[in-house]
């Protein structure tokens, strides 16, 4: 599928996709394709913006590479590795065979045959449904020297491996970088990159995402749903629970046959949205009761 033309394009494209968003976002993402910039995403765990990069792989049709970081991660680990065991092999195969061209066996050692492709160097690679999303997941978990690593590959779209030299993109990926702010990312990295902050969405664009992903729900059971998370949200919580939460808790109670929300089906699914027993012990009791009839008292003008 060819890039949309639009940012109307951009939003219907992603909501065939099942996606919801706000034109902002619609804009941010146009103007990410358009002008071959990769996007910067930042938000609170949960708000979609892992999905973002989901729905434009399946959207443009396109292959989607995922690189998880975490603490720890190297470039090797993010861009190649030589397959040791293979080569071992190899070796231990020469040398029963007798008289092995030392030369001759390094190079065959060091050659695609060998080599394992990661994330990034698997992005630099030309494929037939034209460039991949690169999906640059919870960049935050990462060090500084991998950002600066990062920075220059993302700036010329290519990487070296010493024994082959260096892999240029044909194509440059179409990139998303996600971080859910545990920490400050250097600005040399995010002036690379189009930022935009994905916020959790207001009552009505949450019932739209509810309708998206879950159309099974009654219209009744997802008002309430969504008026209760968001009043949640308010709450002094360790970690508030976003739309995936909202998407997850929605697809446990039709599993259950829920038709309304009561204090005693709450308490007995509050897994699905809170995922700290911290969280979960502050709405014991009242606690939901209170935040349910504040949701419904919200409702009732509807």
């Known amino acids: 599928m060819t890039q949309p033309e639009s940012i ?10 099942g996606y919801v968003c706000g034109r902002a976002l619609a804009t941010v993402v146009f103007l990410s394709l358009k002008l071959g910039r990769p996007l910067f995403l930042e938000g609170e765990a949960g708000v979609g913006k892992t999905e973002i990069a989901k729905a434009l792989a399946a959207g443009l049709n396109r292959r989607l590479i995922r690189l998880q970081c975490y603490e720890g991660l190297d470039a090797s680990s993010a861009v190649y590795e030589w397959n040791f065991p293979a080569q071992m092999v190899a070796i231990r195969t020469a040398e ?22 990661r994330p990034l160097l698997q992005a630099m690679r030309p494929d037939e449904n034209g460039a991949p999303v690169l999906l ?17 590959a993302l ?11 260096t892999v240029k993109a044909p194509e440059p990926p179409i990139v998303i970088v996600t971080s859910n702010r545990t920490r400050e990312v250097h600005d040399a990295l995010k002036r690379r990159c189009l930022y935009h902050w994905v916020d959790y969405p207001d009552f009505d664009r ?17 008002r309430e749903i ?35 929300l009561s204090p005693e089906v709450i308490g007995d699914t509050l897994g699905a949205i809170l995922k ?10 009242s606690e939901a009761k209170r935040i349910l009839d504040e949701a419904k008292a919200v409702l009732e003008p509807a």
């Not at 109307?8 to 996709?17: I, K, R, T």
């Not at 969504?226 to 599993?255: N, S, Y």
């Open 8 to 17: 109307d394009a951009v939003q219907s494209m992603l909501g065939e996709q």
């Open 96 to 117: 029963a065979s007798g008289g092995a061209d030392r030369g001759a066996l390094q190079s065959e050692l060091f050659s695609d045959e060998y080599l394992i492709e």
């Open 136 to 152: 640059i997941d919870e960049l935050d978990r990462t060090d500084e020297p991998f950002e600066a690593f990062l920075l220059e």
């Open 155 to 165: 700036s010329d779209f290519q990487v070296t491996i010493p024994e082959l030299g």
């Open 206 to 222: 949450e019932i739209e995402i509810l309708h998206a992903r879950a159309p099974e729900a009654a219209e009744a059971l997802s």
């Open 226 to 260: 969504v008026a209760f998370v968001q009043h949640l949200r308010t709450e002094d919580l360790f970690k508030k629970p976003g739309v995936a939460e909202t998407i997850d808790w929605a697809k446990c109670l039709l599993a259950l046959d829920v038709i309304n």
């Open 276 to 285: 700290y027993q911290d969280d979960i012990q502050k709405l014991q009791g």
